[in-house]
């Protein structure tokens, strides 16, 4: 018997105006995979993971979310999925504590789950503040706070520390790392910073363009680079970044 | 069962909605203050004229200015019933001062002063003058400019006074009644426009805005990337509207009422259908305006391309009996004016239900189209 695999997009391609935002990808996450979507701006990455979320549709190809499509199963799938959106805004003169309230409404859950969050994204002490007063991280913490709040089976970020310093970021990463010790959850994470990925992720797909250029391990990625004919520095430690540039002539934060 | 409600979808909306709101300290001033300050500039500017002195010359009867006279003299009985101080003014003019005292709008004083029509038309040309009386056998003759609004201030305020024909009901008429009668002053003309305008402002840019501003922060998309009913946000967002919409209606009355003596002349239990149905005409239009854009400058320009035009001409400040007659129709077709008009029949001329059950009927429709429109091309994402 073949375990059905959380995620699985076929063929999938979404086309404006005059971009063809994702052209053609194929994608499988098996439970409790943590999964790097790695690309420059404008690869595709916002698009794809929004696919996968249900807030987009695609011109073509199919997706299925624990082996439902979005059509017909919306109401069921909502609740076993968490999301941060690229960019949100939350209500600027709601606190923290108010605005975890609110969105644990939307999921039928009260006080005691809120708490728990709260605590999961050491906010506790931030409780009381406007959501308007929180700092860069405090704010993705709390994105990431809601996209928790109904233990989802499946959680994607977009990027989710893209802007944050170095600090602030390790945070975030923290964060997740103990939910991946801690659950089965899934991850879908998109990120342009190499580093973010090889911290956080076991599978990273590697896209630009609305193509995939290469996907696997970080073992197997890295290994491959040893093949290339760009050869990176003796002194330096090899990275993603390498691939990147070995792959397309371009680094990846450009 | 506090807490089931308290973790409702429904509530924490609700909630949301109202602390945002309040947190706003712009609301508390549009919504509240700057009405209050609007009906008590214009209302003190335009109603209450404290001590307006208004001169009328009495022509070539010096008898009847005195008390001593056996003539059957209307004014004379007028003077003497009212107490009409006699005395001089500076010039050695026999005159009669009279005080009709109002302590809501500031007293008016009459002076009358006993002068030949040739003196009275000299004065008058010079704007010292409102009007000229002559009494012929026991009849009281108005002699004013009819486009001079001072002039049929103090005509309709004088006639009142005397009797309509001219002739003093001399027993009957002992006490004198305030002439700026409650319902005929600019004050009570403004208040119901300014509440109507006040719950189209709202619904505008506590609707309206707020859902583009919204959706243009993907706070909309977020949301419904959760298994929130569609419902429930809006729902939530035009009922703490129309609540604070209440609250502010409520409060701009009780002043006007302290201040001025404003009253509900009509009945009232229609004038609370006339305003709900007011409110969910703007509620509906306000979803119909947001229900895609996603850029607050257009949301902004949107809002104003509808709201500036009924300001203007659907008579909030003044009648728009003034626009040409070809345009008067199509006024009276603005939601607006139909809340406007709708409420001052109730507040000032005391209508009921089966006057205002058209209006009533016609903005519920109104509303009702607008959302359901709306709903058809709102944008979520
Ligand atoms: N709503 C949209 N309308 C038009 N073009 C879009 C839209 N969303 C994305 N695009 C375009 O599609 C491409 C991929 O965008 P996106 O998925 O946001 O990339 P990424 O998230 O990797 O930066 C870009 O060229 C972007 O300009
Ligand atoms: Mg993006």
Known sequence: MSIIPVIEVRNVHKSFKTVQAVRGIDLTISSGQFVAILGPNGAGKTTLVEMIEGIQQPDLGDIFIMGKTWKGNEKHLRNLIGLSLQETHFIDKLNVWETLRLFASFFSLGKARCEEVINLIALGEKRKSWVVNLSGGQRQRLALGIALLNNPKILLLDEPTTGLDPNARREVWAILLKLKEQSDTSLILTTHYMEEAEQLCDYIVIIDHGKILKQGTISGLLGEIRDLPVKPVETRTITLDDLFISLTGRHLND | ?381
């Open chain 2, 1 to 381: 069962m506090t807490e089931r409600i308290s973790n409702s979808q429904l509530f924490q909306l609700v909630m949301a909605n109202v602390k945002e709101l309040i947190r706003e300290p712009g609301v508390l001033f549009w919504g509240i203050v700057f009405p209050i300050l609007m009906s008590l500039g214009l209302g003190v500017a335009f109603t209450k004229k404290k001590d307006v002195v208004t001169s009328i010359a009495v022509i070539g009867q010096n008898h009847v200015m005195y008390q001593a006279s056996d003539t059957a003299s209307a004014l004379l009985s007028f003077f003497l019933v009212n107490k009409a101080k006699f005395g001089h003014d500076k010039n050695g003019i026999i005159t009669r001062k009279l005080r009709v005292p109002d302590d809501k709008l500031g007293a008016t004083t009459f002076i009358f002063q006993s002068l030949s029509w040739k003196e009275a038309m000299v004065m008058l040309k010079r704007g010292n003058l409102n009007m000229v009386l002559d009494e012929k056998n026991g009849v009281v003759q108005y002699h004013f400019d009819p486009m001079n609004p001072d002039a049929q201030l103090t005509y309709l305020k004088l006639s009142k006074m005397l009797s309509s024909d001219g002739n003093v009901i001399r027993e009957s008429n002992t006490e004198i009644h305030p002439l700026m009668v409650t319902g005929s002053r600019y004050i009570d003309f403004l208040v119901p426009g300014l509440i109507a305008m006040g719950v189209m402002m709202s619904c505008m840019w506590g609707v309206s805005y707020a859902i583009i501003e919204r959706r243009s922060k993907k706070l909309l998309r977020r949301m419904v990337a959760t298994p929130m009913k569609r419902s429930n946000f809006l729902v939530a967002l035009i009922a703490v509207r129309i609540i604070m919409n209440f609250i502010e209606a409520g409060l701009l009355f009780l002043f006007a009422w302290l201040a001025f003596n404003i009253t509900i002349q009509g009945n009232v239990a229609a004038l609370f259908a006339l305003f709900i149905a007011g409110n969910f005409a703007f509620a509906g239009i306000s979803i119909f305006i947001s229900s895609h854009t996603a850029k607050t400058e257009i949301g902004n320009g949107l809002i104003n391309a509808l709201s500036m035009p009924m300001m203007v001409l659907s008579g909030v400040f003044f009648s728009y009996h003034n626009f040409p007659e070809w345009s008067i129709s199509t006024i009276q077709k603005f939601p607006l004016t139909m809340m406007a008009d709708g409420m001052r029949s109730i507040m000032i001329e005391g209508a009921g239900f089966s006057e205002v059950m058209l209006p009533i009927l016609i903005l519920s429709a109104t509303g009702f189209i607008f959302f359901i429109s709306g709903m058809k091309i709102f944008r979520w994402h």
